[in-house]
């Protein structure tokens, strides 16, 4: 098993910034890809970015683009999602995630291609 626990949610003005941690413990060594998610109330969830723990390469939703980043620290077992120009759009429940397939793939950043979650941290972001 995964575990994964995500902290740095809060609440912030629009235009501001936020950087969420996720920090990955138990059976992680063929863990390939690491994602966060989102989903806001009354909405499905939906992928904000990805990266790969074996080429560093990462994916960022379009809808975010240009907005957030997604980064890692191997050696800590954490990733990272900075949050910049923040709107209220932007605002829900963020989630971790962890893949299942311990070989070589590309990542995604859909919610059926992972398997491990972390409990959320919430974001919410005011007019």
């Known amino acids: 098993q995964v575990q994964l626990v995500e902290s740095g949610g809060g609440s912030v003005q629009a235009g501001g910034s936020l950087r969420l941690s996720c920090v990955a413990s138990?059976?992680?060594?063929?863990?390939?890809?690491m994602g966060w998610f989102r989903q806001a109330p009354g909405k499905e969830r939906e992928g904000v970015a990805s990266?790969?723990?074996?080429?560093?390469?990462?994916r960022v939703a379009g809808v975010v683009q240009g907005r957030f980043s997604i980064s890692q620290d191997n050696a800590k077992n954490t990733v990272y999602l900075q949050m910049n120009s923040l709107k209220p759009e932007d605002t829900g429940m963020y989630f971790c995630?962890?893949?299942?397939?311990?070989?070589?793939?590309?990542?995604?950043?859909?919610?059926?291609?992972?398997?491990?979650w972390g409990q959320g941290t919430q974001v919410v972001v005011s007019s």
């Open positions: 995630a962890a893949d299942p397939l311990p070989f070589p793939h590309d990542c995604t950043v859909l919610p059926l291609d992972f398997d491990s």
């Open positions: 138990g059976q992680t060594a063929n863990t390939v890809c």
């Open positions: 990266i790969s723990t074996v080429f560093n390469r990462t």
